[in-house]
């Protein structure tokens, strides 16, 4: 890993391919200033599940953890479909998946608006 790694997967080989798609987007757009501001403000954990796959999100200096299952105290978490989670990293939008329930969300509402802008691809 070198310095200007902004992505930290947790055992690469066994990551689900949720994991691996939310962090390669991350690291796509941590190299914009803005987003680089957004990752060293955020702290703490979000779970994401999509179908049977569940990841940890750990936020810390400036740097996101990758962790495969759900982190025991994680601020937040957000359950939907793949598809539902794609169209908001294609810029979708959250709020009509919210509304129609295709996504949840539990815990920290600032912190998933927070982390929004790092998962658009």
Do not use: C, Y
């Not at 200007?4 to 939310?22: A, F, R």
């Not at 200033?33 to 810390?60: D, H, N």
């Not at 025991?72 to 959250?94: E, F, H, P, T, W």
């Amino acid at each position: 890993m070198s310095s200007d790694d902004h992505v930290i997967i947790d055992d690469p080989p066994s990551m689900s391919l949720l994991g691996l798609l939310l962090g390669s987007i991350v690291e796509r757009q941590a190299h914009r200033p803005e987003i680089q501001r957004r990752l060293r403000k955020l702290r703490g954990s979000v779970v994401v599940e999509a179908g049977t796959m569940t990841i940890t999100m750990r936020f810390e200096g400036g740097k996101v953890t990758i962790l495969r299952g759900a982190e025991q105290g994680a601020r937040a978490q957000v359950r939907g479909s793949m598809s539902a989670l794609l169209d908001i990293s294609l810029g979708k939008g959250m709020v009509r998946p919210w509304l129609s329930g295709q996504i949840k969300t539990k815990g920290n509402p600032l912190l998933l608006l927070r982390m929004l802008p790092l998962l658009r691809a």
